[in-house]
């Protein structure tokens, strides 16, 4: 891997501060000095900062309530992201596995490991995802057997892959689908006459948003839910 990232990911510190301190004389390699940002060097090299040893940390895998305004994003310009809620030693190392829109709150995902994220968010292995969402009216039980056997989103070719849909009280519906396109579930609504007006993710695959966890807090992820 690439020594700047290397620096990034042991000691927490942003990429271009690892950049810095490389370009600075502060990073030596196998008893060697280097200060070239996009050395290739093996992970298990001995890498001193400073005269003291750094190692990559162990897989990171973390579950955050995204509240609504917050990018699912880990660099913005403009806007607050989720990794800004993320108060992580190593929290400049992490990537947003499948993410939400602006307004949209719920479980959000973050990890280090690349393979792990790859197998949620990746189209075809098809890892169901659970919202639950608020409408401007109720749903009818002809559009939910309509979303229920698959739609014609604007733009699209094909119908959407059949989802589960329950209907609830006050304009609510629990809606799981298996897909990732653009704004989908938004616009599955629209296709069957209806309006988003909240949208709360709940589950992703086996993995349900903990109730213990308020809007805007973080918990890192019990073995048994990322294996």
Known sequence: MRLDQFVSQSTGMPRSEAVKVIR??????????????????????????????????????????????????????????????????????????????????????????????HRISAPKHHVPKTYLATLAWELSEAGAQALRAGVQLHGEKGLTKPAEVEILPEKQARVTISEGKYHQVKRMFAAVGNRVEALHRERIGGLVLDAELSSGEWRALLTQEHV
């Open 24 to 117: 600075w004389g502060q990073v030596r390699v196998n008893g060697e000095n280097i200060t070239k940002t996009s050395t290739h060097i093996d992970p298990a090299s001995e890498v001193l900062l400073d005269e003291e040893k750094i190692v990559l940390p162990g897989a990171i895998y973390l579950m955050l309530h995204k509240p609504a305004g917050v990018v699912s994003a880990t660099e913005d310009t403009e806007h607050r992201t989720v990794l800004d809620l993320i108060d992580h030693p190593h929290r400049h190392t992490l990537h947003v596995v499948g993410r939400l829109d602006k307004d949209t709150t719920g479980l959000l995902l973050l990890t280090n490991d690349g393979d792990w994220s």
